[in-house]
């Protein structure tokens, strides 16, 4: 048997001791998801009932009626000055009829979304509901970016889910950062790594996972820094990645002043085919996307 002395002798080396500490703050992170809430479970049924082409307007709508606060939103929004062109709506038959399946599943991922993305940060320098801006300026343009580059379908759905909660780890790491940062500066995934050995893109992904989101979003969730690191969807990555550098560049949902150098790596150009060129006209649409985002403004619950 070893004596106590040699007990004492032995070492934890620096690698393993990283590892050891990033296994326990990954346990104490994973376990702070469960604070966050959920989607409602109207989300699931919703994105399952509008990519299904026998659904009816009278299905979509008896689930809509289930959750009076998303109804409410999802009002709001059909009567918002960006959707309501060609009349107000008063019923939510006439909602679904005007907008569509796919514009009421992506204002019903919103507003459920807006209850969560809502809440106000402190390590992380975002205004009042900064977050949530942030997040919805990303889905939208990621909509109409996806359109641009002529990504069909799903895709363009697919863009707006993950664009929409591509930043939600951010909430789950925003308690244990408040001690290191206080919202002054924009935080890089190198300043959540010194702080808690983790960063925003793995534990956003951690959260999808735990939320049964379909595989297309926790993967652009954990790649939206670097589309190489999304091996299945790296087309959507590449989008999120783009919208990201262009709403931040916009400093939407964060204060005047604040450091918001983002850099484009190259792995977005090369997996969307782009050149830097193009970059330049993309972003000139971004404009348009901006009155959808005001129509989102003050949703957040
Ligand atoms: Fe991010
Ligand atoms: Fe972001």
Redesign the pocket.
């Known amino acids: 048997m070893a004596s106590t002395e040699e007990f004492e002798r032995i070492e934890i080396s620096a690698p393993i001791a990283g590892v050891v500490e990033r296994a326990v703050m990954e346990e104490r992170i994973v376990a702070q998801i469960d604070t966050l809430g959920t989607l409602p479970d109207i989300v699931a049924e919703i994105m399952r009932l509008a990519d299904d082409p026998d659904t009816t307007a009278a299905q979509l709508e008896a689930v809509i009626s289930r959750e009076p606060v998303i109804a409410g939103r999802l009002f709001k929004l059909a009567n918002s000055p960006f959707f309501s062109r060609g009349g107000t709506v008063s019923t939510l038959p006439q909602a679904i009829r005007k907008l569509g399946f796919g514009t009421i599943k992506n204002l019903v991922l919103a507003a459920s979304a807006g209850g969560v993305l809502g809440t106000q940060l402190g390590a992380y320098d975002y205004l009042e509901s900064g977050l949530w801006d942030h997040s919805i300026g990303v889905a939208l343009t990621g909509r109409s970016i996806a359109k641009g580059l002529d990504l069909q379908g799903t895709v363009i759905d697919e863009v707006f889910l993950a664009g929409l909660l591509?930043?939600i780890g951010k909430l789950v790491l925003d308690p244990f950062l408040r001690d290191s940062y206080d919202g002054s500066f924009r935080l890089t995934t190198e300043h959540e790594q010194a702080a808690v050995a983790l960063d925003?893109?793995h534990v956003g992904s951690r959260v999808a996972e735990k939320w049964n989101l379909p595989a297309h979003t926790t993967e652009v969730i954990s790649a939206?820094?670097d589309p190489a690191q999304a091996p299945k969807f790296p087309r959507h990555a590449g989008v999120v990645n783009l919208c990201?550098y262009f709403i931040s560049r916009e400093r939407l949902g964060r204060p005047d002043g604040s450091d918001d150098e983002m850099v484009i790596p190259s792995s977005t150009l090369t997996c969307l085919g782009l050149q830097e060129s193009d970059v330049a006209d993309l972003g000139a649409r971004v404009s348009e996307d901006l009155e959808a985002v005001s129509a989102f403004q003050g949703m957040a619950a």
Do not use: G, L, N, S
């Open positions: 591509h930043d925003h893109t939206h820094h990201d």
